[in-house]
Nanobody, 120 residues
Framework: QVQLVESGGGLVQAGGSLRLSCAASGRTFTNYNMGWYRQAPGKEREFVAGISWSGGRTYFVDSVKGRFTISIDNAKNTVYLQMNSLRPEDTAIYYC?????????????WGQGTQVTVSS
């Protein structure tokens, strides 16, 4: 049974930092792309950042470039999203996903999400 478990969310003031973790288990994820997505109240889920399982390629939505970084620890099957200089508009539920293919596809495996709240 595939599981993606996110952790690390919380409440932080604007300008602060958080590191999200996504622990993946239940299968081999070689050749998968791992992504972070977020959904704010009243908005559609959007792609935030992604990384190939090898760690060789990373992708970011323009609004987080220069503030967020993504990394992977293959030994721990864990993907991290380091979020710096957080803004109130970053407030959302953040989801981790594993996709065999495009990070923009709707399929793949998904975690339950972790809440990130940035106060002004």
């Amino acid at each position: 049974q595939v599981q993606l478990v996110e952790s690390g969310g919380g409440l932080v003031q604007a300008g602060g930092s958080l590191r999200l973790s996504c622990a993946a288990s239940g299968r081999t994820f070689t050749n998968y792309n791992m992504g972070w997505y977020r959904q704010a109240p009243g908005k559609e889920r959007e792609f935030v950042a992604g990384i190939s399982w090898s760690g060789g390629r990373t992708y970011f939505v323009d609004s987080v470039k220069g503030r967020f970084t993504i990394s992977i620890d293959n030994a721990k099957n864990t993907v991290y999203l380091q979020m710096n200089s957080l803004r109130p508009e970053d407030t959302a539920i953040y989801y981790c996903s594993a996709k065999y293919g495009s990070l923009l596809s709707t399929g793949g495996y998904w975690g339950q999400g972790t809440q990130v709240t940035v106060s002004s």
